[in-house]
Nanobody
Framework: QVQLVESGGGLVQAGGSLRLSCAAS????????MGWFRQAPGKVREFVGG????????IYADSVKGRFIISRDNAKNTMYLQMNSLTPEDTARYYC?????????????????WGQGTHVTVSS
């Protein structure tokens, strides 16, 4: 079991930046692949990106590639999502996810653990 708590959401203007954090507790953080998903009102939860256990590999959705950066600090049991050049289309609730595989699945139903989410609103 692992417990995940997101923080860092809020309101930002288009073109701005925001950094989300995901603090983990419970089982050894470094044993999990980690990732971020997001869900906008009326839409399905979609994959944003993921990072492997040792940070050797990262993957991103095409919609955020080049703008978002995922990182993790295993010593602090924390994962981050640096979001740059934000647009109103990035407005969503952002969820931290953990999985026992090498890299987190892009399919939400296959993810093992979820946080409660943190809301991000990008104004135009």
């Amino acid at each position: 079991q692992v417990q995940l708590v997101e923080s860092g959401g809020g309101l930002v203007q288009a073109g701005g930046s925001l950094r989300l954090s995901c603090a983990a507790s419970g089982r050894t953080f470094s044993s999990f692949a980690m990732g971020w998903f997001r869900q906008a009102p009326g839409k399905v939860r979609e994959f944003v990106g993921g990072v492997s256990r040792s940070s050797a590999s990262t993957i991103y959705a095409d919609s955020v590639k080049g703008r978002f950066i995922i990182s993790r600090d295993n010593a602090k049991n924390t994962m981050y999502l640096q979001m740059n050049s934000l647009t109103p289309e990035d407005t969503a609730r952002y969820y931290c996810a953990a999985d026992g595989g090498a890299l987190i699945s892009r399919i939400a139903t296959e993810v093992d653990y979820w946080g409660q989410g943190t809301h991000v609103t990008v104004s135009s």
